[in-house]
T-cell receptor, first 110, second 110 residues
Framework: SQQGEEDPQALSIQEGENATMNCSYK?????LQWYRQNSGRGLVHLIL?????REKHSGRLRVTLDTSKKSSSLLITASRAADTASYFC??????????FGKGNQVVVIP | DADVTQTPRNRITKTGKRIMLECSQT?????MYWYRQDPGLGLRLIYY???????NKGEISDGYSVSRQAQAKFSLSLESAIPNQTALYFC?????????FGPGTRLTVL
């Protein structure tokens, strides 16, 4: 199965700054999703971008998708301490089966 | 009440023991999934089910079995637990695109 790979793996920023994470994948996808996980808890869906979309916004989140490069980025603007979490990209490779990346750990310093 | 519940939340068992992890969902969705999460490896799909009569192996099904007792219930069994099955286990369900995750079961096999 394919795996998303996030880059960078760990990010530490000051509150108010923007956080950017990247994800690459290997084969064709139906959509790409981003999830957040707080310290060993269940994952929470953040945003989904379909394979025919290039950019999508949701609140302070902006996700882009470049299918020619098989890559996606997640931008969190004006970060808050509550944004401290691990962020995972996941590719839907058919029938709602998701392949997850290894995750980005983001620490927002108040 | 949570949409996806998992029991137990924590379990310590010994090598060779049989153990069952249970998952229930109130979303009314047909599709359910079991994942395991290991540090640094992200989530990997163990088994998935599209309805009560449909069970499919995921990426890492060896050593595991599942049972779909009802639309709302999907259990994961380790017939003879081994130490490298120590991990965080998540159940999830989906209706269309995004997946809804349970809080996880932290399993330790000694």
């Amino acid at each position: 199965s394919q795996q998303g790979e996030e880059d960078p793996q760990a990010l530490s920023i000051q509150e108010g700054e923007n956080a950017t994470m990247n994800c690459s994948y290997k084969t064709s996808i139906n959509n790409l999703q981003w999830y957040r996980q707080n310290s060993g808890r269940g994952l929470v869906h953040l945003i989904l971008i379909r394979s025919n979309e290039r950019e999508k916004h949701s609140g302070r989140l902006r996700v882009t998708l470049d299918t020619s490069k098989k890559s996606s980025s997640l931008l969190i603007t004006a970060s808050r301490a509550a944004d401290t979490a691990s962020y995972f990209c996941a590719t839907d490779y058919g029938n709602n089966r998701l392949a997850f990346g290894k995750g980005n750990q983001v620490v927002v310093i108040p | 009440d949570a949409d996806v519940t998992q029991t137990p939340r924590n379990r310590i068992t010994k090598t060779g023991k049989r153990i069952m992890l249970e998952c229930s969902q109130t979303k009314g969705h047909d599709r359910m999934y079991w994942y395991r999460q290991d540090p640094g490896l992200g989530l990997r799909l163990i088994y998935y089910s599209f309805d009560v009569k449909d069970i499919n192996k995921g990426e890492i099904s060896d050593g595991y079995s599942v049972s779909r007792q009802a639309q709302a219930k999907f259990s994961l069994s380790l017939e003879s637990a081994i130490p490298n099955q120590t991990a965080l286990y998540f159940c999830a369900t989906t209706g269309l695109n995004e997946q809804f995750f349970g809080p996880g079961t932290r399993l330790t096999v000694l």
